[in-house]
């Protein structure tokens, strides 16, 4: 179908030609995918309006893509944000309206065409000056017309009068009553370094080496750097900076790339403006091959000064050049680094324990071992003892240095997911005292309180982590605390485009609450042929009872059971998660017994428990009451110790 729109549209500082099918952000050319650049058209076409969820898929797909259309619906609108930096949470152009469709929100101009008023959710347009078919207006229309677009002139510039009032009367107020919005730092993205030598052994050195330094930085108040897991997928891949610099939403860069010849290694790095693309600054590092722990000083040091920052006598202090460590435990450690990052665990553990073997004072190893024993815990169904091992070098690492942040995050993780939610939330409080904007931490103390039953409380957190980084949703969660809000369509926005396990049992999920059962079904189904873990595992018994094959699903809960009890694995809302699926497939009695475990071992939310959905067959039942009446006395206690 044509569009009906002028060859050329303008919104905020976007702009769309038609004609040449591009969409430009201040003048430059922003790369968009065909379908998410069609999907922006029709909205615009009916600015204003909802677009049903049905309307696009016949105006943008095929008949035969019916199968697959939400997900696809769903990329092509996640990849339509991110070209235009619009969050799903406060949507500036494209609003998500609950089980309808989209509507496009901003205002939008025609520079090609006459003046184009607008009504807002009506479609209605105000009368223009255009000459009317079969001659020129007549003047009595001419005389009438002028009057209703003088009295609009003047209606207008009250308004904007009114609203500069309105705008400066905000600012009084909040400035004088200390309601001032959050302090947004400075956002960049470390790239992994590119090898430009013939030792393809070294390779590890790339993402490793740009890990050691996001990890230094994040004690930097005045910046946000984005996680490992974001910059990953650049590793090896020729940069293009302004796309990657949309892609991860950050004002700054650092690309860079090294050579190794021998016991020799030279580093090459810039920093990058990403929105002019000036460079800051620049090195060259030759160094030998022995002494690796000195890149991450130096770049450190020109970063500090290429960006202008002020460092707190408190942050200058821990921003110091670590003590000499010795050369081959270094090395060991930033190869753990490497497989930990590509989700090799079992690799990851046997490198770290060779670095702290060598060097037992490595704090940084510590902390990245005990990560790597709690993922293959988790992951690997690794068992209990991982979790013990893990939680032993955590406690080392902050023997060593107590406020190690890493350290820090990833043992109140694993305090949370075995049952020691009060344990993890000073922790994560003490972090972010040393970085108040340190996203991780935000998301961490979220999803402490997401176990305890503090919902609101836990989407603030995670507000606040995504408004500092948008990408601190790579290490591999979801915002959960919609789901158990019941805000459904908010929370399957919130699950990342990614086709990986964890995330497609995340998206059926949430289908499943919506009652897309068909949708749903594939997308449990997928997630179990890509990885049959716990999760996948859960989503796999859900689907068997969406086609009635109640017998098939519990079998498959039966084992997953098993492998809890025999192995210690899975956290408290996995195993709730568990006993969701047993209510699901009419097992009552198991369902209420994997119930009890997770509320006695730390998944306590009693708000959501008590008008969960999926356990509404349970309600009945005395001994449901009983576990109720656990985790509310649990959730009350934790209220009154951290927010009375």
Known sequence: MPSTLPSLVRFANFEVDLRAGELRRDGSKVRLQEQPFLLLTVLLESAGEVVSREELRKRLWSADTFVDFDHRLAVAVSKLRDALWDPAEKPKFIETVGRRGYRFVGQIEFPDSPSIDVKPGTGETLPSLEPLEGGPPKPALVEARRSRTSRRILLYSA???????????AKFV???FGKEQPFTPRSLAILPLQNRGQDSNSDFLGLS??????????????????PSAAIEKYRGTAIDLQKVAADLKVDTLLTGSFIRDGDNLRITYQLVDAKTEKILGQGVIDLRYDNLLAVQDKVTSQLISGLQLNLSPIEAERLKPQASASPLAYEYFLQGLDFHGQHKFPLAIKM???STDIDPNCAPAWAYLGASYTSDAAFELGGREQYRRAEAAYERALAIRPNLLDAQMFLANLLVDTGKVEQAVPLLRDALKTNGNYAAAHWELGYAYRFAGMLDESLAECKRALQLDPFVKANGSA???YLYLGQYQKFLDSVPVDDSSFFLFYRGFGEFHEKEFDQASRDFDRAYELDPTLYAGIGKAISESIHRRNAEGLDLLNALERKIRDRGVGDSEGT?????AYAVLGDKS?????????????????????????????????EFAQILNIARQRYEAFKSSFFN
């Open 352 to 354: 770290f324990e060779k």
């Open 479 to 481: 915002l959960n605390t």
């Open 209 to 226: 080496l740009a890990d050691v330094l996001i990890t230094k930085l994040a004690y930097v108040n005045s910046l946000t750097v984005r």
């Open 159 to 169: 308004g904007f009068v009114i609203l500069l009032g309105l705008t400066a009367l």
């Open 590 to 622: 198991s369902a209420l017994r994997v119930l009890r475990t997770s509320v006695e071992f730390g998944f306590f939310s009693y708000p959501y428990i008590a008008k969960d959905p999926l356990l509404s067959d349970l309600h009945s039942d005395p």
């Open 174 to 176: 909040h400035i004088r």
């Open 576 to 580: 709730y998660k568990v006993a969701q």
